[in-house]
């Protein structure tokens, strides 16, 4: 089947945009997980959605960073006013459930200008 | 503090020529390690769960080994395509959501 897609693949923007990343769990996955890869760092938790419940956003770096889950599927992840140091490539997951294990999208590369 | 330490940080074999790598962690109560693979301009893709010490899982020529502060991944006669970067994740112990993941070893394997 179909496994976790996000677009754009990449995406240049100006310091101060705002940008929005796109992520499309695998069909009846009801977890949904964004993760952050900066170059020379490991993966960095940000926010994780399950079902209904209000999801847990302790690893969003800062206020301008955002996400939404719509109709329990689709998920964006919003940066307002981008700096520099958001370049990085962020990383979408899905998981059939809580603790399931996590499958990964393809990423998108960010690179703030 | 939770921690996952990777070594080493590179790894460089010959085909045929078979190495472990090691995820070190501490965790107050593992409730998972992950192994996954990574390969350039790609997504991690998920290898194995482990959750008690001495369980072992095996897929072609991987084989993840866990014990109460580590876990070894085996690489057996390693081919030029399982060249990648290995990652290691955990459960940190206050979310059953977030994975914690260590550097990674970048394994190259040459003909």
């Known amino acids: 089947g179909a496994g976790v897609s996000q677009s754009p693949s990449n995406k240049v923007t100006e310091k101060g945009k705002d940008v929005e990343l796109r992520c499309d769990p695998i069909?009846?996955?009801?977890?949904l997980y964004w993760y952050r890869q900066s170059l020379g760092q490991g993966l960095e938790f940000l926010i994780y959605f399950q079902g209904n419940s209000a999801p847990d956003k302790s690893g969003l770096p800062s206020d301008r960073f955002s996400a939404e889950r719509t109709g329990g599927s689709v998920s964006t992840l919003t940066i307002q006013r981008t700096q520099q140091e958001d370049s990085a490539v962020y990383l979408c997951a899905s998981s059939l459930a809580l603790p399931s294990e996590q499958f990964f999208g393809p990423g998108t590369r960010l690179t703030v200008l | 503090e939770d921690q996952v330490t990777q070594s080493p940080e590179a790894l460089r074999l010959q085909e045929g020529e078979s190495s472990s790598l090691n995820c070190s962690y501490t965790v107050s109560g593992l409730r998972g390690l992950f192994w996954y693979r990574q390969d350039p301009g790609k997504g991690p893709e998920f290898l194995f769960t482990?959750?008690?010490a001495g369980e072992e899982k095996e897929k072609e020529r991987l084989k993840a080994t866990l014990t109460k502060k580590e876990s070894f991944l085996h690489i057996t006669a390693p081919k030029p395509e399982d060249s990648a970067t290995y990652l290691c994740a955990v459960r940190p112990t206050d979310s059953w959501g977030k994975l914690q993941f260590g550097a990674g070893t970048q394994v190259v394997v040459t003909p």
């Open positions: 482990l959750y008690s």
């Open positions: 069909s009846g996955h009801t977890a």
